[in-house]
């Protein structure tokens, strides 16, 4: 998806705004469903008490008013309560991460950091996450396939899984293949440093760990 | 980590305002209608103060309140359809339109007319900024399957709003 079209994906989301007094309206709902919930959890736990029964002439009256008293005390202050919405930074405006930038030469005047698709790579996608780390997601042959680039030191690879196996590959580089298990499914991904530069080029579909450390040979 | 407790109504509200808007924006964008995003958005909220959770950071509150919200609306979506009142989910215009910024309701617009299991990857990924592999993990999916789906989204969009999406 292009800068543009994905800024404006954003705003338009960003653009979807509440109607008036909804904030305080469905807080007020949350809290009576909730104590609505409430109650009928205690009600299927706790057997009926026979006192209930002879004395319910006045245990209802009495119920209500304590309801009443209890929905005031909780939704009237929120009700009457003057809410500027703008207050609370909400989270929803934090930005995304995830910029799209239009090629490699971007990361090299942004980050410092020259990497790139190999050659005859297809639908790449190139983007920059948290301002620290180079992605470049592309097609090469039958599988697609991810590589980032970062000063950061921890795992930035962005896969999940359990460690199945590795095996160092002689490439100078102190390049490491990773299997990682994540049933069903097995991912791949070589993991390597230049000087201060920490590099992930990982698979998710399935390619081979041959095809994979060809493409690393090609990259690197 | 810090802990949300349930009796405490200072910490719910401050929960609330940080996150309200934004599980309404979710709700909204698969609902299409007003009532029933604030509906649904209300359930999320109350499963939270009738429950008894632990999120380790904003992130995480951010990424189970996405889940829940999407199971929320699938099941409402379910609900009307079952119900044969009208599919929440067909082209028709939202029953109530919130209000949008005019040059990117096309945009709003494509992305609310999704297939459901297409709308939550295009949000999460170009929304929320998770990886593919991210996604994958929080809905439970293949990646090799989120990546074809975010590819079938994008030709989608790319029909309904021009040339100019990859």
Known sequence: MSEMKENNLQKAIDGIEPSEGAKERMLANIRRKAAQQSKQEEAVQKPPVLWLVSAKKWVLPLAACLAIAAFGATVMPQLLKSHNEHEVVSAVEMGNPFVEVKDAQDFESRLGIKTDAPDGAEDVVYHIIDGQIADIDFLSGEHRYNLRASRQKDDFSGLYGEEAGTKQLDSGKNALLTVLQCEPEVFLKITWTEGDLHFVLSNTDGASEKELVEIFERVK | ?166
């Open chain 2, 1 to 166: 980590m810090s802990k949300i407790p349930l009796n405490s109504d200072v910490d719910f509200e401050s929960f609330y305002e940080r996150h309200w808007k934004y599980v309404y924006r979710l709700c909204f964008t698969y609902l299409k209608s007003e009532t029933d995003a604030e509906d649904c958005a209300e359930d999320v909220f109350v499963k939270i103060l009738t429950g008894s959770y632990e999120f380790e950071s904003e992130a995480h509150e951010r990424k189970w309140l996405t889940v829940t919200a999407v199971n929320l609306c699938k099941d409402m979506l379910k609900s009307h359809s079952r119900k044969n009142v009208g599919s929440l989910d067909d082209e028709t215009s939202p029953e109530i339109a919130a209000p949008e910024p005019e040059d990117y309701s096309d945009v709003l617009d494509a992305v609310m007319n999704l297939p459901t299991k297409l709308k939550d990857v295009i949000w999460l990924y170009y929304y929320q900024g998770y990886s593919t592999d991210e996604i994958a993990g929080i809905l439970g999916r293949p990646p090799s399957t989120v990546r074809n789906q975010m590819r079938d989204a994008r030709e989608l969009l790319r029909n309904v709003l021009g040339a100019d999406l990859k």
